[in-house]
T-cell receptor, first 111, second 116 residues
Framework: DQQVKQNSPSLSVQEGRISILNCDYT??????FLWYKKYPAEGPTFLIS?????DKNEDGRFTVFLNKSAKHLSLHIVPSQPGDSAVYFCAARAAGQNFVFGPGTRLSVLP | GAVVSQHPSRVICKSGTSVKIECRSL??????MFWYRQFPKQSLMLMATSNEGSKATYEQGVEKDKFLINHASLTLSTLTVTSAHPEDSSFYICSARTGSSNSPLHFGNGTRLTVT
């Protein structure tokens, strides 16, 4: 039973354009969400978070949007850069519980 | 920022031997650390939660006698894969929180274990 889904295993975007990575969840108790970026043979790196009391959080080129009614969140990267090429994981948790990770989306930013 | 160091980054061992992986929080104290396993092209699967000074909490399906976790101090947790078999070959990653459960997890760089 996959509580956090990232239905696109991969995504290719041209440099300078917007990358949109999507994440869907099933547990309505999830109240805190994170996005991580992972390069091969390295641990994930925290990118940005959002709590359920917000619907948007922005940090530089990264913006996360949360649609609670749809149980959907997305990460927007604009403008995309070749160095953004990595696997992106979304993670979610309910209060007092451990984080559950999605399967990841591999983003390729083409020069 | 918070730094989590994991060692070794890569290890090859023979079937039947044991391997120890260390996870250290370098600039903060971590009362709780987490151990994950990642299979190729799959997500991070939580194996266990390591609590300083007490027994680890294992996720369902994870053999606690095979994956021994010790959290001896506020900055060090170890995972020992005992009597390793080729199917234990995987990428193991630790993480730690700097504060409350609302804090993001900070990950080590992972350990690639290959059992021959």
């Amino acid at each position: 039973d996959q509580q956090v889904k990232q239905n696109s295993p991969s995504l290719s975007v041209q440099e300078g354009r917007i990358s949109i990575l999507n994440c869907d969840y099933t547990n309505s108790m999830f109240d805190y969400f994170l996005w991580y970026k992972k390069y091969p043979a390295e641990g994930p790196t925290f990118l940005i978070s959002i709590s359920s009391i917000k619907d948007k959080n922005e940090d530089g080129r990264f913006t996360v949007f949360l649609n609670k009614s749809a149980k959907h969140l997305s990460l927007h990267i604009v403008p995309s850069q070749p160095g953004d090429s990595a696997v992106y994981f979304c993670a979610a948790r309910a209060a007092g519980q451990n984080f559950v990770f999605g399967p990841g989306t591999r983003l390729s930013v083409l020069p | 920022g918070a730094v989590v160091s994991q060692h070794p980054s890569r290890v090859i061992c023979k079937s039947g031997t044991s391997v120890k992986i260390e996870c250290r929080s370098l600039d903060f104290q971590a009362t709780t650390m987490f151990w994950y396993r990642q299979f190729p092209k799959q997500s991070l699967m939580l194996m266990a939660t390591s609590n300083e000074g007490s027994k680890a909490t294992y996720e369902q399906g994870v053999e606690k006698d095979k994956f021994l976790i010790n959290h001896a101090s506020l900055t060090l947790s170890t995972l020992t894969v005992t009597s390793a078999h080729p199917e234990d070959s995987s990428f193991y990653i630790c993480s730690a929180r700097t504060g409350s459960s609302n804090s993001p997890l900070h990950f080590g760089n992972g350990t690639r274990l290959t059992v021959t």
